[in-house]
Every structure is written in C-alpha cells, then in structure tokens.
T-cell receptor
Framework: KAGVTQTPRYLIKTRGQQVTLSCSPI?????VSWYQQTPGQGLQFLFEYFSETQRNKGNFPGRFSGRQFSNSRSEMNVSTLELGDSALYLC????????????FGQGTRLTVV | AQSVTQPDIHITVSEGASLELRCNYS??????LFWYVQSPGQGLQLLLKYFSGDTLVQGIKGFEAEFKRSQSSFNLRKPSVHWSDAAEYFCAVAPNYGGATNKLIFGTGTLLAVQP
C-alpha cells in the first residue's frame, strides 16, 4: 500500500508570492491534517480535513488555507509569503474520524527568499 | 490546555547502551499517546501508540514505552541502541475536544546522537 505522498518535495519562492502544496493520503484514508515544522516553533498543527470539510484549525493567519477533494487528496495554499513561512510542511493521513494514528508524508520543504 | 513536554533536547548514548527518552503530558482525561521518529529531512514515522489497556506497549525497531498515569508520563525505552537509531524523537498526544479530530499536539522533540 502506498504511503502518504507530498508534492513537491522542495520549493523556493519569493516573498509576496503564493504557493500550493499537495498531499495524497493513503488509499482509504479520509482524514488529512497539515503541520508546519520549524526549528523555533517545532511541529504546529495547521488544519484538518475530513470528507472535504475542515474539522479543525490551528492558530495560523488567514494566509494559510486548505481544501480537500472528493478523492481525499488535499492541498494547502499560502498567500503573500513571508520569510517566516520557510518551513517543512508535513501532511498526515488517518483512516477515520477520532484520534486515530496518523501516517506522515515526507514533507515539502518551502524556502522563502 | 493540553501540552506535551520533552525535557531533554539532546541526548548522546553509546551504541549498545540502553536508552530512555522522557515525555510528560498535561491532560485531564484518558490520553491517546504516540511516539514518532524523524530522520533528517524526512517525515515522521510512528514508533508506537497507547490508547488504553496494558501500560507497557511495544513498538517497531525494538522500542517500548510505559504509560504511568500517576506521573503523567509516557517514556520511550530501548534496551540496546543501534547507530541507525540516531534521529529526532517526538512524543505526541491526541487531545479530546469533545469532537471528532485526529489533531496531534507534539512535544519539542529529543535529538538522539549515538556514539560508536
């Protein structure tokens, strides 16, 4: 069974631009969560989607948004990029709805210059 | 608010020595607890999980963890460390907000170095 796939693996963007990251969950998994990982703040929860609906949202500005498609694939978008958005963005998929184990992708390394 | 504390930022052990990584949580109800491992530049791999029942749980790669409610701890152990265990280890708790969620709250991580 294929794992969680995140694309692209690496991105370099300029301040002010926007970026879209993609995540394909494990087949059959309907929950997708996104996390930001930085050396200073560690792993922080961005948001979670289940059956195309956002179920939970972390404490991030509105520049960070996401969506989930009917096939459970998810995208996250960051608009008006700032230098501080440079991070490893991790996607995790879970089978169902409630406090289940999460399987992580390898992440997308975003560098904002 | 729920939180997870990993008191040790960096630990160095010799290959073959035993290992214990500490994790304390702040949580009112029955916690769901996890340990993940991350190699440089990679995602997180689940080592083991505790939901309920036996307080000593076995995981992959020879790791185990013990849940101690009285101490609010979920420490990770391995009897004999291999050089390939060098990585960063994260303890996580799944909070219960009363609604359906798979959100995880992570500790700050412990970076493990293994000396030959």
């Amino acid at each position: 069974k294929a794992g969680v796939t995140q694309t692209p693996r690496y991105l370099i963007k300029t301040r002010g631009q926007q970026v879209t990251l993609s995540c394909s969950p494990i087949s059959g998994h309907r929950s997708v969560s996104w996390y930001q990982q930085t050396p200073g703040q560690g792993l922080q929860f961005l948001f979670e989607y289940f059956s195309e609906t956002q179920r939970n949202k972390g404490n991030f500005p509105g520049r960070f948004s996401g969506r989930q498609f009917s096939n459970s694939r998810s995208e996250m978008n960051v608009s008006t990029l700032e230098l501080g958005d440079s991070a490893l963005y991790l996607c995790a998929s879970s089978l169902g709805t409630y406090r289940l184990e999460a399987f992580f992708g390898q992440g997308t390394r975003l560098t904002v210059v | 608010a729920q939180s997870v504390t990993q008191p040790d930022i960096h630990i160095t052990v010799s290959e073959g020595a035993s290992l214990e990584l500490r994790c304390n949580y702040s949580y009112g109800a029955t916690p769901y607890l996890f340990w993940y491992v991350q190699s440089p530049g990679q995602g997180l791999q689940l080592l083991l999980k505790y939901f309920s029942g036996d307080t000593l749980v076995q995981g992959i790669k020879g790791f185990e963890a013990e849940f101690k409610r009285s101490q609010s701890s979920f420490n990770l152990r391995k009897p004999s460390v291999h050089w390939s265990d060098a990585a960063e280890y994260f303890c996580a708790v799944a909070p219960n907000y009363g609604g359906a969620t798979n959100k995880l709250i992570f500790g700050t991580g412990t970076l493990l170095a293994v000396q030959p």
